[in-house]
């Protein structure tokens, strides 16, 4: 079955705590991003991979980190959490980056840094 | 810049009808992707369709329709025969282009919440 894959889906941490939230696509997807969703102000880019080792800031990178070392994985770490990442986020694939090109989400992880 | 509007916080629909939620655009582009997605209650977010800028005919999948008005930039989503199963969050999305200083992202609006009534 074509998916992309977070995990893990539930995470409560403490501020300063480094965790890294994985994401695995096994379509094998160029384009790879990462969104944050917050109320009230909607899904925001985080991050966005066109392909390995292509990595490149999206509206809101501050305190994040990726890396793209294989086409499947594309992880987001957060070095040191804090309360204002306490957020839902999703990991998104595809084929490319066209407009055309649909992006596949997966399930979310929701954090709560407290 | 781009936009989406969806103007419609809340809808409610009686099991078995049909409903249209809005959603207008704003773009400069010529070549746009328009994309809708479902999010339920469990939080995932759900590709249902997707209307290309230059597609003639409004796209359909199953249930759901998109009424895609160019000259007034709407994109318009359709579900016929509403079930309990469609109550959710509904979210209208544009892909950027592949221009200079884009980042490929999809670009919401804020979503419209449907509640199907039995």
């Known amino acids: 079955e074509a998916q992309v894959t977070q995990n893990p889906r539930y995470l409560i941490t403490v501020t300063g705590k480094k965790l890294t939230v994985t994401c695995s696509q096994n379509?094998?997807?160029?384009?790879m991003s990462w969104y944050r969703q917050d109320p009230g102000l909607g899904l925001r880019q985080i991050y966005y991979?066109?392909?390995?080792?292509?990595?490149d800031k999206g509206d809101v990178p501050e305190g994040y980190k990726v890396s793209r070392k294989e086409k499947r994985n594309f992880p987001l770490i957060l070095e040191s959490p804090s309360p204002n990442q306490t957020s839902l986020y999703f990991c998104?694939?595809?084929?490319?980056?066209?407009?055309?090109?649909?992006?596949?989400f997966g399930a979310g992880t929701r954090l709560s840094v407290l | 810049a781009q936009k989406i509007t969806q103007t419609q916080p809340g809808m409610f629909v009686q099991e078995k009808e049909a409903v249209t939620l809005d959603c207008t655009y704003d773009?400069?582009?010529?070549?746009?992707?328009l994309f809708w997605y479902k999010q339920p209650s469990s939080g995932e977010m759900i590709f249902l369709i997707y209307?290309?800028?230059?597609?003639?005919q409004n796209a359909t999948e199953g249930r759901y329709s998109l009424n895609f008005q160019k000259a007034r930039k709407s994109a318009n989503l359709v579900i016929s025969a509403s079930q309990l199963g469609d109550s959710a969050m509904y979210f209208c999305?544009?892909?950027?282009?592949?221009?200079?200083?884009?980042?490929?992202?999809?670009?919401f609006g804020q979503g419209t919440t449907l509640q199907v009534k039995p």
């Open positions: 998104a694939s595809s084929s490319e980056g066209l407009v055309k090109n649909i992006q596949y």
């Open positions: 379509m094998n997807h160029e384009y």
């Open positions: 991979s066109m392909n390995v080792e292509v990595t």
């Open positions: 773009t400069s582009d010529q070549s746009y992707g």
């Open positions: 209307q290309g800028s230059y597609d003639e």
């Open positions: 999305a544009m892909r950027e282009g592949r221009r200079s200083g884009n980042t490929g992202k999809l670009i």
